[in-house]
Structure formats: C-alpha cells, structure tokens
C-alpha cells in the first residue's frame, strides 16, 4: 500500500490555471496513478488515469486543458490544469491501482474552486 497525499488545490478565477500534486509515501513504481474529482452533489468522476497501462487517458471535459504527469524519483505525480471554469470546481483526488492488482489507495482530496 501507498499513502498519498495531494496538494495545490485553492481559488482562481475562470481562465486561470493550477498545478495539483500528489505525494507517495513510497516508490510509485508498481502503481498506476490517476486523478478523479467529486463536485457537490455529483458522483466521483475519471479526470486522468492509466486504463490501459502505460497510456493516459483523459476525461472529454478536461481533454487539451490539463496534463498529467510523473516523476518517478520523486515518487509524485501532477495535474496541470489551465483554462479552468466553474465546471472544474470540485475535490480532486489522487488515486493509486497497482499495476499487478490489490488495494486501491486515496488520497484525502484538495479543493478546487473556479469563480466566473
């Protein structure tokens, strides 16, 4: 199992941009990382994640806005996002699937909130 713990959530306005991390307790080698988000009253949604292994797969909402990327040395992955709206307000969390199968992990979230 892995701890994650995310970061870089906040308030910014429509058009802005953050960058969300999620630090591992331990190597994140044997894991596929993903973030998904939860708005109030929605139910927990796919941003970015490893479907399939090695390829990223993006939700069509954020598609050409946000990025995702790891590094491995650091044991953290990130998620660039730019061209926020107030459709992207929501908890994000960082998600941890080993690659050979067994127990997800969480992260606790961090807020994003987009005003217009």
């Known amino acids: 199992q892995v701890q994650l713990v995310e970061s870089g959530g906040g308030l910014v306005q429509a058009g802005g941009s953050l960058r969300l991390s999620c630090a591992a307790s331990?190597?994140?080698?044997?894991?596929?990382l993903g973030w998904y988000r939860q708005a109030p009253g929605k139910q927990r949604e796919m941003v970015a994640d490893?479907?399939?292994?090695?390829?990223?797969t993006y939700a069509d909402s954020v598609k050409g806005r946000f990025t995702f990327s790891r590094d491995n040395a650091k044991n953290t992955v990130y998620l660039q996002m730019n061209s926020l709206g107030p459709e992207d307000t929501a908890v994000y969390y960082c998600?941890?699937?080993?690659?050979?199968?067994?127990?997800?992990?969480w992260g606790q979230g961090t807020q994003v909130t987009v005003s217009s």
């Open positions: 998600k941890a699937t080993p690659i050979e199968g067994g127990y997800v992990n």
């Open positions: 331990g190597s994140i080698f044997r894991f596929n």
């Open positions: 490893v479907l399939r292994r090695g390829l990223i």
